[in-house]
């Protein structure tokens, strides 16, 4: 059973683009949670999606960031106009749903704006 | 806001227990103690959770005082592939976020 899988996992971008971040749940897991990890700092919660619903949203920034999870294919974390302080690792995990006690985490992207 | 209290570091000899507490004294009662680890910037990965009693699994055991205000993780054997930065969280279940602190960097030393 494959784990999740994040793709890319380096990105480099240059102020002003957008970046697309895919995450591919476990086989069976329809519920996805993004994290952001900022140079020696440690994890924080983004967003909690399930097929096509935003279940919690309150670590999002409120612009440039949006998330999505489709009945089909993977979720994908959009930034657009990137900026240097978007630089960090986006992880993502899943879980099978309710009543839930792992969260299965993907390797992460690595987001470098230049 | 944080929720536990770990200490930054330890340090533990290859073949030893390691002893990791954290401290989650505003825990309530429906919430439970999860431990994860994030090796060296890979993705974090789940090592244990427990409610009130003791639990063990193939990675490790977690013993949880009787008031519930704080926990230890033991690794029985640690390995210099156990060094990683070890997270303590207090969540309730039933698909909740994770929080994490700043969790306590492990090093085992041959």
């Known amino acids: 059973n494959a784990g999740v899988m994040q793709n890319p996992r380096h990105l480099v971008r240059r102020r002003g683009q957008e970046a697309r971040l895919r995450c591919s749940p476990m086989?069976?897991?329809?519920?996805v949670y993004w994290y952001r990890q900022l140079p020696e700092e440690g994890l924080k919660f983004m967003v909690y999606?399930?097929?096509?619903?935003?279940?919690?949203e309150s670590g999002m920034p409120k612009e440039r960031f949006s998330a999505e999870f489709p009945k089909e294919g993977p979720s994908i974390l959009r930034i657009q106009q990137v900026v240097r302080g978007d630089s960090a690792a986006y992880f993502c995990a899943s879980s099978p749903g309710t009543r839930s006690y792992e969260q299965y985490f993907g390797p992460g992207t690595r987001l470098t704006v230049t | 806001d944080a929720k536990t209290t770990q200490p930054t570091s330890m340090d533990c000899a290859e073949g030893r227990a390691a002893n990791l507490p954290c401290n989650h004294s505003t825990i309530s009662g429906n919430e439970y103690v999860y431990w994860y680890r994030q090796i060296h910037s890979q993705g974090p990965q789940y090592i244990i959770h427990?409610?009130?009693n003791n639990e063990t699994n193939e990675m490790a055991s977690l013993i949880i005082t009787e008031d519930r205000k704080s926990s230890t993780l033991i690794l029985p054997h640690a390995t210099l592939r156990d060094t990683a930065v070890y997270y303590c969280?207090?969540?309730?279940?039933?698909?909740?976020?994770?929080?994490f602190g700043e969790g306590t960097q492990l090093t085992v030393n041959p």
């Open positions: 969280i207090v969540e309730e279940t039933s698909g909740s976020r994770l929080t």
């Open positions: 086989k069976g897991h329809s519920h």
């Open positions: 999606l399930q097929k096509e619903n935003i279940i919690d």
């Open positions: 427990g409610l009130k």
